[in-house]
């Protein structure tokens, strides 16, 4: 395969279409994280929490479709799919949760309490797993996934529509200013009568829906089962995609779309005798290693990230 | 209350649980009820002396209870034995060819009693004066302990959601219950018991080492205020600095007519410290990215465990890469075949199993027999010794002299008969090797650098109070680089004894290198209060479960996974100071909750 057959429409479209797929996971999952690293509390288990969406996804479709497969190998039911990504949203708020319990109630070390949340996701699944299905590594294969639109799922246009709704959400509504300000300055939010706890749970258990959303999305809208450790890193990178887009919903846009194209590249290159795979797959890695130490020299977290607020 | 595991006999307080019908011997437990009707009594006085006015007779009472109580254990514990010992003894006088009751144990509610028992000692220096200031003070104990004693809870709930017990039908709701509650205890019965038996201890230190190496690597970037989430990454370009030294250098053909004396000595320990320096790079690089650019060295090191995996990959998976279709790499690193691995290790720069250390070999039918060497022992000894009587000498000398102690003892050992004898099978088949040794000797460095050295001393200063430090004359930049390389030779070393060692049974570099070990020393961090005998010993203690976990897997069918739970549910609660009240995590407070005794608080 030479050089021009970069060019060619076989290879650029699906580069398009892969590019937006990573994309979308990266984009829920940063905007998620927004929420939470905005309200002053660093969440590193964005990881984990996608990997348990993806875990709850594709094990309740699976069991929800179960009966209907039975008698009709390609049973289609449109709400299966639909009840998986609900469930996947209430277990990845669920971890959010135990991570707002942990951090702020508890006052533990933030990126701790991620890390034992991520340790729980590389653990977890695979009792699940040899629970349902008497194996550790992946689980039944769904019929039921989320159906495409016009090409795409439909929670790729929801990731893209999130961008706007979460900067007016941030920006113009009283809530994304206490949110702002519980982050930046709690005593100085509390004082003016804002209840940083509740402001801060709030937005963790915003980060971790939005990130079992993410996963849902990977488990039974890019593929039709969950395998394990799924997620690979996507969740670090989306952290590093926030720090990137300087805590800004169209900053975390373009930093997103980047580590997207490059990992859709990674993909697209993977079978050519372009470039060795392995070095492909290392590429988002650099990328955001180079980033974080030149480029975001100027960016400024919120004052309060990772500071526990002592009442 | 008794009973036997898995598929087998449970004896209750509510009778005989036969249910498989295997009953084939059955000790004499008749004494049961009385016991019960004890522990009763026992609570019921509990909560009667809790009334009492005065502190002092409420603490008197509650020691004597505690005491009776471990006694009374004692005496169940030995009545059972003896019960099966005599049950055993019946059938064989009666003709039986093996002893019928061979798997036995104590269950659940003896394991219960006891505790309670130690619970109410407990109470009882609680009502003392200076009772909770006594607890705060020992609260690098108190902590990991709570925390690790509410992850087996709720390692418990997760076996008794997950793993069902088929009892026949009719069992009963009472029976079933019993029975899961049994399942519970067998699991963490499973999971403790390699600390019974010799060849159980030695594959948990097997699995400990690697612990100890990633465990110490966490803990120093912790006390420098640095969190090392890289020792994965570390550990995998210091394996791979160790192949390079210990296959492709050692083998090289100008190093062929070196004597094996003096290839060994030179390239065994060349090959550790390639691997320590393959370590430290890897670190050092977020380090400097840290102090240079202020990027945060938890995000640059997940990434650089990710690039490492792909080094990794890259030279172990092919030996021939094509670039933009034109031009071809071709490397010497792949072993051929369809398996991703490195060439073997050559001879001199292994390092030998803990069994040929002390003196045995494996002869022609397979045995392994031997004289027992002195000069392990010996040379332990002498070093102990040394460093205890010379507490006049300066420290730096102090060690110097210890250490050629502990030379001159193992040549001394060298040189006197060993004792002969064979081992058993079981325990020569595991792979602990020198490795270990290693390890020991970081334990030791990570004891005597932290806290005897000048360097370690600033280093905790940064780590605490980094203005504060900086203030005193302390780069912050110089120190953060430091740290994250000494952390990551650390995490290196571990790849000394998977390689060198053979960890992962073969002399070489393999794509199952198991690099979550740099993720479970977070763990062992955690647990182990980033003191050095604390991780020792929480290394130890993980060891010992995934020793356990195996058995788990082969006799429950449930997945060693759940270890992997336990450490996460374990870091989860030091992370919320095991959901104590504030005065055991915020030093400010504990300082004051220390005080109590005095009146303060």
């Known amino acids: ?311 | 209350m008794r009973a036997f595991g898995g598929k087998g006999v449970l004896i209750t307080i509510w009778g005989t649980l036969d249910l498989y019908g295997r009953a084939k011997a059955m000790p004499d437990v008749s004494w049961l009820g009385y016991f019960t009707v004890f522990w009763v009594l026992l609570a019921v006085l509990a909560v009667v002396f809790a009334f009492l006015p005065e502190a002092r007779t409420r603490a008197r009472f509650y020691y004597i209870l505690g005491l009776v109580g471990l006694a009374v254990f004692a005496l169940e514990a030995y009545l059972f034995y003896h019960a099966v010992w005599a049950a055993n003894n019946a059938a064989l006088a009666a003709g039986a060819r093996r002893p019928p009751l061979k798997r036995y144990s104590l269950s659940l509610g003896a394991y219960v009693s006891f505790l309670y028992s130690l619970f109410l000692l407990m109470i009882g220096r609680m009502q003392l004066p200076g009772g909770r200031a006594l607890l705060v003070r020992w609260r690098g104990v108190v902590v990991p302990a709570v925390s690790m004693l509410l992850a087996m809870v709720a390692g418990a709930v997760v076996v008794w959601v997950l793993k069902d017990v088929k009892l026949p039908e009719g069992a009963g709701l009472l029976n079933y219950y019993t029975a899961k509650l049994d399942l519970v205890t067998y699991t963490f019965q499973l999971l403790f018991g390699p600390l019974l038996t010799a060849s159980g201890w030695f594959q948990s230190l097997l699995i400990a080492t690697p612990l100890i190496f990633t465990g110490l690597a966490v803990a120093f970037g912790f006390q420098a205020g640095l969190f090392n989430i890289g020792a994965p990454g570390q550990l995998t370009i210091g394996a791979i600095m160790t192949m390079l030294v210990g296959v492709h250098l050692a083998n090289a053909h100008w190093f062929a007519g070196l004597p094996d004396g003096v290839a060994r000595a030179i390239f065994l320990p060349l090959s550790i410290i390639a691997a320590a320096a393959g370590g430290a790079l890897w670190g050092a690089i977020p380090g400097w990215l840290k102090a240079r650019y202020g990027a945060h060295e938890v995000i640059n090191t997940i990434m650089m465990n990710y690039i490492a995996a792909s080094i990794f990959l890259f030279m172990i998976a092919s030996n021939e890469y094509t670039f933009f279709g034109r031009w071809t790499l071709h490397m010497p690193f792949k072993y051929p075949g369809y398996e991703g691995r490195s060439y073997e290790v050559a001879e001199s720069a292994r390092i030998p199993l803990m069994v040929n250390l002390f003196g045995f070999h494996q002869d022609a039918s397979g045995a392994w027999t031997g004289a027992m060497s002195w000069s392990m022992p010996l040379a332990l000894v002498a070093l102990v010794v040394t460093y205890v009587l010379l507490r006049r000498l300066e420290l730096g000398k102090r060690l110097l002299v210890a250490l050629g102690a502990a030379i001159a003892g193992y040549l001394v050992g060298g040189f006197l008969p060993g004792i002969p004898m064979q081992l058993s099978p079981k325990l020569a088949s595991v792979r602990l090797n020198g490795a270990f040794i290693i390890a020991a000797f970081a334990v030791a460095f990570y004891n005597y650098y932290m806290w005897r050295t000048r360097d370690g001393y600033e280093l905790r200063a940064v780590g605490l109070a980094p203005k504060a430090a900086e203030y005193g004359g302390v780069s912050i930049a110089k120190k953060t680089i430091l740290a994250m390389a000494i952390s990551g030779a650390l995490a290196g070393l571990a790849a000394t004894h998977y390689v060198l060692g053979g960890g992962i049974d073969e002399y070489r570099l393999k794509q199952s290198l198991p690099t979550n070990v740099g993720f479970d020393g977070i763990a062992v961090a955690l647990l182990g209060q980033n003191t050095p005998i604390g991780v020792f010993l929480s290394a130890l203690l993980f060891g010992v479960l995934l020793t356990g976990g195996l058995q788990l897997d082969l006799q429950l069918g449930i997945s060693r996974e759940l270890v992997m739970m336990l450490q996460a549910l374990i870091v989860l609660f030091i992370a919320a100071g095991g959901f104590l009240p504030r005065y055991f995590t915020d030093p400010i407070l504990a300082a004051q909750a220390e005080e109590g005794a005095k009146g303060v608080i």
């Not at chain 1, 490059?262 to 005798?273: E, M, N, R």
């Open chain 1, 1 to 311: 395969m030479g050089i021009d057959s970069f060019l060619s429409a076989a290879f650029l479209i699906p580069l398009f279409q892969t590019t937006l797929r990573s994309t979308t996971i990266l984009l829920l999952t940063a905007l998620g994280g927004m929420f939470s690293e905005r309200s002053g509390v660093v969440n590193i288990a964005l990881e984990g929490m996608i990997i348990f969406g993806a875990l709850t996804a594709a094990v309740s479709a699976q069991l929800l479709e179960a009966p209907y497969v039975a008698q009709n190998p390609g049973a289609h039911v449109w709400w299966i799919p639909w009840v998986a990504v609900l469930l996947a949203m209430i277990v990845g708020g669920f971890i959010g949760w135990i991570h707002a319990v942990v951090s702020i109630k508890y006052k533990a070390d933030q990126i701790i309490s991620g890390t034992a949340i991520n340790l729980l996701a590389a653990g977890f699944p695979s009792l699940v797993l040899a629970y349902f299905y008497d194996n550790t590594t992946a689980s039944k294969e769904v019929v039921n996934r989320l159906p495409e639109w016009f090409g795409f799922s439909p929670l790729v246009y929801l990731a893209f529509a999130l961008v706007p709704i979460t900067w007016y959400v941030m920006f113009k509504t009283p809530w994304g200013l206490r949110l702002r300000s519980v982050g930046e300055h709690p005593e100085a939010a509390d004082t003016m009568g804002i209840n940083v706890f509740r402001t801060r749970y709030t937005a963790v258990i915003i980060s971790g829906i939005l990130a079992g959303l993410a996963g849902a999305f990977l488990s039974i809208g890019i593929l039709n089962q969950f395998v394990r450790n799924m997620s690979a890193g996507q969740g670090f990178i989306a952290l590093a995609a926030l720090i990137f887009g300087k805590w800004h919903p169209l900053g975390v846009l373009g930093s997103t779309l980047l580590f997207g194209f490059a990992k859709a590249l990674a993909i697209q290159l993977g079978g050519t005798d372009i470039m060795p795979p392995t070095v492909i797959e290392a590429f988002p890695f650099i990328i955001t290693m180079l980033v974080l130490a030149g480029f975001v020299g100027t960016s400024r977290p919120p004052a309060a990230i990772g500071k526990p607020y002592e009442k």
